[in-house]
């Protein structure tokens, strides 16, 4: 019986694609948690945080923030993926 066993095989594809789906609504949620928005006055000191050391850094003494870096008037929009 050849179509019980594409049913079985759709039905698997659609648990496999439901379990995709969930778990990237999930990741994506905990992203939005980690990024918020926030406004600087002109003039304030900041630090930016830096993922990775440099090549030849290493790892221990690598300190994860730069700066201070003072706010000067400018427009600029960072969306949360970076584009």
Request: glycine residues 6%.
């Amino acid at each position: 019986m050849p179509w019980r066993r594409i049913c079985v095989e759709l039905n698997a594809r659609q648990v496999v694609a439901d379990k995709k789906s969930s778990l990237f609504k999930r990741s994506s949620e905990t992203i939005g948690e980690r990024f918020k928005i926030r406004d600087y006055e002109v003039g304030q000191e900041v630090y930016a945080y830096v993922d990775e050391p440099p090549r030849g850094t290493i790892k221990r003494e690598f300190i994860p923030w730069e700066g201070p870096f003072v706010v000067r008037m400018m427009n600029i929009v960072v969306e949360n993926e970076g584009f």
